[in-house]
């Protein structure tokens, strides 16, 4: 198809007929692709967003929203420009960036011919620029307004739980109110006219990501993570921008090798985008969608191979001031956290509040398991509690050893004042509704006293082991004691 190999289709599968348990296997655990439908029926969303033609409701946006200001990269143009331009050059991996109120996005799109543009002869690009209004905080934006409910499939997500409570960065000097790098959340509303796209890349931090179609058609191409090095350069540094360019194949020689997955995915359907899954998406109608990145104990590891890949990138090509540079390994850091999103402090502080979270939910149920019998069996909610402590310790174990944790950083993590603060017990609290989703048991009020008092008698276990932690190797002992602490219990019981 228009240059490129089809080698198949993507599964798609009714979500009402799908167990949380097969879900995992068939696909997240494989890290498989797949189309979810009939799972967004109650969603406010798809209603209030959608006219009686099935088209977006774009007047209800411009009167409910239309104040909305979209920081850049929210809002990008597709235009044939880019398409001219070396897909070898940086200044164009990304499509070319304005920024507007929703307003005047809805304007600009209703003057637009829409009918021009689309997918067709000229490779989904036109000569006339197609306004995409992209990566939208709606739901940090308006949080009275409950447009759509999460899916319980993908609800499992470490990245905005934590980031309800916490900034991701602890660096005032990287930390800007409104900069992407301080992202608020990763949860997005994008809408495109007929003829709008994305340019090929994998998502942030190599996360997953779900997008659900409110109403529109999207056509995906999608590469599986074992041919990603087809669509780069000879030297492994840069991506194609639009597959269906007029490709080098001097300077892409391995592009012509790639096979990918289509898929057409149609109004109330969800696709769940694994780790590192390359992807061109273009919009087949008008349409608006709901996008989530995230990250959970099944895909840590490709988010912590990422950030190796992109420090050591960014090491290499400041290596020549090492001698003369006061705190080299600092620099290193905050060029990490401005091109990845993260640096390695952010991600261990992460690390640990997750695992402290993770260990007052687990001492909380598997003490008081007797007592919460009555509402069936909790323990696969403790199962997963134990599998998210275990996945961070084998991350944990692969950081303790970079050179940034080598000597004395100057930080801890103090985990009895950190188990006082507020801020840690709505995390809590939010690790436990997505269990009781996740699992369909109803354990929040068995819990709610003991985060809400901070009476866990998992602070015994913080007390014992130690007051803070400092350091990946002090997380995995942590680690270590808590769950040693929870077969004890087992045992006991």
């Not at 409950?146 to 990287?174: E, G, I």
Request: with cysteine; glycine share 4%; net charge negative.
């Amino acid at each position: 198809m228009m240059g490129i190999e089809i080698c198949g289709k993507i599964d798609k599968v009714n979500g009402k007929g799908l167990s949380y348990k097969e879900f995992v296997e068939r696909y997240m655990e494989k890290n498989k692709p797949v189309v979810l439908t009939g799972l967004m029926d109650d969603w406010k969303a798809c209603s209030d967003w959608v006219d009686e033609n099935g088209q977006p409701n774009l007047s209800f946006f411009s009167t409910h929203f239309g104040k909305s200001r979209v920081q850049s990269p929210s809002f990008a143009i597709s235009d044939s420009y880019h398409k001219k331009q070396n897909c070898s050059t940086k200044e164009f991996t990304d499509q070319k960036r304005v920024e507007m109120s929703v307003s005047e996005f809805i304007d600009q799109w209703c003057k637009e011919p829409i009918q021009e543009h689309g997918l067709s002869s000229n490779n989904g690009l036109t000569d006339k620029s197609v306004l995409y209004l992209k990566d939208w905080h709606f739901v940090k934006e308006y949080l009275n307004y409950t447009a759509y409910s999460t899916p319980h499939f993908v609800c499992d997500d470490w990245l905005n739980l934590y980031l309800d409570s916490y900034r991701m960065h602890r660096d005032p000097d990287s930390y800007q109110e409104k900069d992407e790098i301080s992202c608020s959340d990763y949860r997005f509303v994008y809408m495109g006219a007929k003829g709008s796209w994305t340019p090929l890349h994998a998502d942030v931090f190599r996360s997953y990501s779900w997008s659900a179609n409110v109403c529109g058609k999207k056509q995906w191409f999608l590469l599986p993570p074992s041919q990603s090095h087809l669509v780069f350069d000879r030297n492994m540094k840069a991506c194609i921008y639009n597959i269906f360019d007029d490709i080098s194949e001097y300077l892409f020689p391995g592009f012509k090798k790639a096979t990918w997955l289509e898929c057409i995915q149609e109004q109330n359907e969800i696709i769940f985008v694994p780790s590192g899954w390359y992807h061109q998406v273009h919009n087949l109608d008008d349409t608006v969608s709901i996008n989530h990145n995230w990250f959970n104990s099944y895909n840590l590891c490709w988010v912590l191979d990422l950030m190796l890949r992109d420090y050591n990138e960014a090491k290499e090509y400041i290596e020549d001031i090492r001698d003369i540079c006061d705190d080299f390994e600092g620099l290193c850091q905050r060029n990490l956290a401005a091109n990845t999103g993260m640096n390695f402090y952010d991600f261990f502080i992460f690390l640990a509040r997750f695992s402290l979270a993770n260990s007052v939910v687990l001492d909380t149920l598997a003490r008081d398991a007797e007592n919460i019998a009555g509402i069936g069996s909790i323990s696969p909610i403790i199962q997963q509690l134990v599998q998210n402590l275990s996945s961070i310790q084998k991350i944990a174990l692969k950081m303790k050893f970079l050179e940034c944790f080598s000597g004395d950083q100057g930080f801890m993590l103090d985990l009895v004042e950190t188990h006082k603060n507020p801020k840690f017990s709505k995390l809590c609290y939010s690790l436990i509704r997505t269990c009781e989703s996740i699992h369909n048991r109803q354990v929040l009020s068995f819990c709610s006293k003991t985060v809400a008092t901070q009476d866990s008698r998992t602070s015994i276990v913080i007390q014992n082991f130690c007051d803070a932690v400092s350091s990946p190797q002090d997380l995995v002992k942590y680690i270590d004691t808590v769950l040693t602490e929870h077969t004890s219990i087992e045992s006991s019981e």
